[in-house]
């Protein structure tokens, strides 16, 4: 199935993704990778299929075959959205503290997921699941 760009689409289509990253504190007694794994992924994963199963374009891939005049999104009902699940080192406290300091950009890096692409296609969105070891978990 395809689905075409709308003007807004096409004309931001040309610059680079949007790379958010969102940070959630967790409670202490919800802090384990125990439960990091078996309850909030879970969680997280059966509210994506939902997402998907009314919106399945969210899953698709921007293609531009070198025959058509415009790009397009193409998808399936097998399709998926990429999702990495990690554990991390890092103190996300520094990462998202708001003191007025610039941070190297550098240091967010580990937690953007790559967004799977080639010559000919790209994903439109890949997601990314880090805990921390002060047991609060980014989203990006």
Known sequence: MSLSLTCFDFTWSIFPPVERLLFYPLPPENSTATFFTSSIVPT?????????????????SLTWPSNS????LLYSPSAAVPLTVAQSAADFNHLASDIGQI?????????IPVLPSSDSEASVIALQLTLSRARDFAWE
Do not use: K
Request: net charge positive; no cysteine; proline share 13%.
């Open 44 to 60: 997280l994963t059966r509210s994506l299929a939902a997402a998907l199963s009314r919106f399945l374009p969210i899953a698709a």
């Open 69 to 72: 005049p415009n790009p397009f």
């Open 103 to 111: 941070r190297d950009a550098a240091e967010s890096h580990p937690y």
